[in-house]
């Protein structure tokens, strides 16, 4: 079955694909944070669970353009970056609405909280800022033939995933004043 069957990928490529998993605990622990809040209580959950959804729905679409290239099946990947895109306009619409209403930051570093969501604000407008010129060097390439104009593409297409993990690592920000633990249950030990 020649379908999804892909050559061997760079190790840039694998490393992107290794961070799926820190994407999906952040998008988790995120949820956690914002409906264990004191600022959630009386609250729906309806945002934090959506932000969770389309989280997941992002890591995938991202994972998918990143790793089938262009050159490998262009329709998968443009059907995946594309969606990436769409999906990521409410992630971070999402993320920077509920980092300044719904996390534990606000209340105990509420001076953090204002500088990480003003971080986020303007990683947002570079990500989606970016994307214009992108578009312009595709259109340019593959109509227009410029040469050069691929390169370019590819630059602002990549930094797209620079803007996209900055913003996921202005969680730190919330995530310090959490602490998460593993311990052994008292249940599990055996005496003699």
């Avoid at 956690?32 to 959630?40: F, G, I, K």
């Avoid at 691929?150 to 969680?171: G, K, N, P, Q, R």
Wanted: glycine share 4%; aromatic share 14%.
């Amino acid at each position: 079955m020649a379908i999804l069957m892909y050559p061997e990928r760079s190790v840039f490529q694998i490393f992107i694909a290794l961070t799926c998993p820190a994407r999906l605990l952040l998008i988790s622990v995120w949820y956690y944070l914002c409906v264990s809040s004191p600022a959630s209580v009386g609250k729906s959950n309806k945002t934090p669970l959506a932000l969770f959804a389309i989280g997941f729905l992002r890591t995938v679409t991202c994972g998918g353009w990143v790793y089938v290239t262009s050159t490998d099946d262009h329709d998968i990947h443009d059907i995946m970056m594309i969606s990436y895109m769409i999906f990521t306009l409410p992630y971070m619409i999402l993320m920077i609405k509920t980092g300044s209403s719904r996390t534990l930051t606000n209340y105990t570093a509420p001076a953090e909280a204002r500088l990480a969501n003003k971080r986020r604000k303007i990683v947002c407008a570079l990500f989606f800022g970016s994307i214009p010129p992108m578009v312009y060097f595709f259109i340019s390439h593959k109509v227009h033939k410029v040469p050069g104009a691929y390169t370019t593409y590819a630059f602002f297409e990549w930094a797209l995933i620079l803007f996209d993990v900055l913003f996921d690592s202005l969680a730190m920000t919330e995530f310090k004043f959490i602490d998460i633990g593993l311990s052994h249950s008292k249940q599990g030990l055996v005496r003699d």
